[in-house]
């Protein structure tokens, strides 16, 4: 064994602890700030209808999804022209300020409409800088060995499963431990304080790691991007829309099962947390199978299942609802979503050259999560108010799905993606 077969292993698990905990981060924000709607709804928006107040606080969550696309840009070209190691240390920085100003604003009663306008800005702050985090961290994994994109690249979406463990644990945990009083006052918050303390973790580890190998930097990566590689952009964000919806659905669940079907709210976030095991767990070794078997095979076969198997699913649970129901269908669907998630890095990866992959990537990302990530839990509550059936966001999914198996058959027949 030679030298650099030798020390790859060990580059190779730096490079995922710098990727991934990043990435986590965002996600565990992401989740925590979901999961704690309700209380944020009642801190931050007046009035008494709890709710209005928790759509409201939803629309935050979505509107600023919008600023994605354009951190995705910005950060994306930085990391094309200036390497992936520099754009992760900036996004990091950019990530933790959002959290800081969203865990100590005061509420409604004390600064009156400013206390909004901080949660938006803080919002803001983090969709930017999220914008750029994907593309700028699957780039700097799967660049690092081309035989094992397809694992390496799982670790950035299993990072997503393990932030979703981390903020459903502290969601079961507080709301078990305190009252209602307690949760909206200050309760709320400690999801966030705990985010500061991953921070400068993250960023310690990304200023030591080594950087990616790195093509030639192109002058105008966004112009390229936008003059000749639209087929990659739908490509990526195609494949990516099951994924998302399915994202955000898991996340909402425990709140739909609380407010629609009357179940306990810590064991519905116990719910979320053995979904989030299974999500950390799983996805790596999709993406070890992906490698071997082939990723678009993996990925069709995942996505249809979701399409069949997500309107029963939501009728086993409205029909017989239980903590155990609720557990097993989000089991189920974590499994799917594992499945699915493992080699989509690397298939995203693939359908942009590397010139601009960090570029396509976190634009084609943002984009579509924007559209069919931040909105879901509004459109998912909307189709309920609007059709009077809980079981109607399982056809939301069936569309994605549908959407997602015709991207990758595309990616595979006209960019022979396999």
């Keep these: 064994m030679t030298e650099t077969q030798t020390q790859r292993p060990v580059t190779n698990r730096r490079a995922i602890a710098a990727a991934t905990i990043g990435n986590a981060l965002e996600w565990f924000d992401l989740a925590a700030y979901a999961l704690m709607a309700a209380y944020i709804g009642k801190t931050f928006f007046p009035g ?23 951190g995705g840009l910005v950060l994306g070209a930085y990391a094309d022209r200036h390497g992936r190691k520099k754009a992760l240390v900036l996004t990091i920085r950019l990530m933790v300020l959002g959290t800081l100003l969203l865990a100590i604003v005061p509420g409604y009663a004390t600064i009156g409409v400013l206390a909004p306008i901080g949660v938006i800005v803080a919002r ?10 994907f593309g700028a961290a699957t780039a700097f994994l799967i660049e690092r060995d081309d035989r094992r994109k397809g694992f390496l690249g799982s670790f950035q979406f299993a990072s997503q499963g393990f932030a979703t463990l981390l903020s459903a644990g502290f969601a079961a945990g507080l709301t078990a431990v305190l009252p209602d009083a307690a949760m909206t006052a200050w309760g709320w918050r400690i999801p966030f304080v705990f985010g500061l303390l991953i921070g400068p973790v993250g960023y310690y580890i990304r200023r030591h790691v080594d950087e990616a190998p790195l093509a030639e930097p192109e002058s105008s990566t966004i112009r390229e991007l936008f003059r000749h590689q639209w087929g990659g952009l739908l490509i ?36 979320l947390v053995i979904t989030g095991v299974v999500l950390t767990l799983g996805t790596p070794v999709a993406g070890w199978l992906a490698d071997r078997h082939g990723r678009i095979r993996l990925m069709v076969t995942a996505a249809a299942l979701i399409g069949v198997s997500a309107v029963p699913l939501y009728l086993w649970v409205t029909s017989s609802p239980s903590f155990l129901t609720l557990t097993a269908a989000m089991t189920i669907l974590g499994l799917l979503k594992a499945a699915y998630f493992g080699a989509l890095p690397s298939v995203m990866a693939d359908a942009f050259p590397a010139r601009t992959r960090a570029t396509g990537l976190s634009f084609g990302y943002n984009t579509t999560v924007g559209v069919f990530g931040g909105f879901t839990p509004t ?21 994605t799905a549908c959407l997602s198996v015709a991207a990758l058959t595309v990616a595979h027949r006209h960019r022979g993606i396999s």
């Design 124 to 133: 803001l702050l983090q969709g930017f800088a999220a914008g750029g985090e």
């Design 236 to 271: 990526a964000g195609g494949a990516l829309v099951v994924s998302t919806s399915l994202n955000f659905i898991l996340q909402s669940l425990p709140a739909f099962a609380i407010k629609t079907l009357g179940l306990d709210d810590s064991l519905s976030f116990v719910a």
């Design 379 to 399: 459109i998912a509550a909307a189709l309920v108010a609007t059709t009077g059936s809980p079981v109607s966001p399982g056809y939301y999914l069936v569309l």
């Design 48 to 70: 008494g209808n709890a709710a209005v107040q928790l759509l409201q606080a939803y629309a935050v969550f979505g509107i600023t999804f919008l600023i994605r696309p354009l």
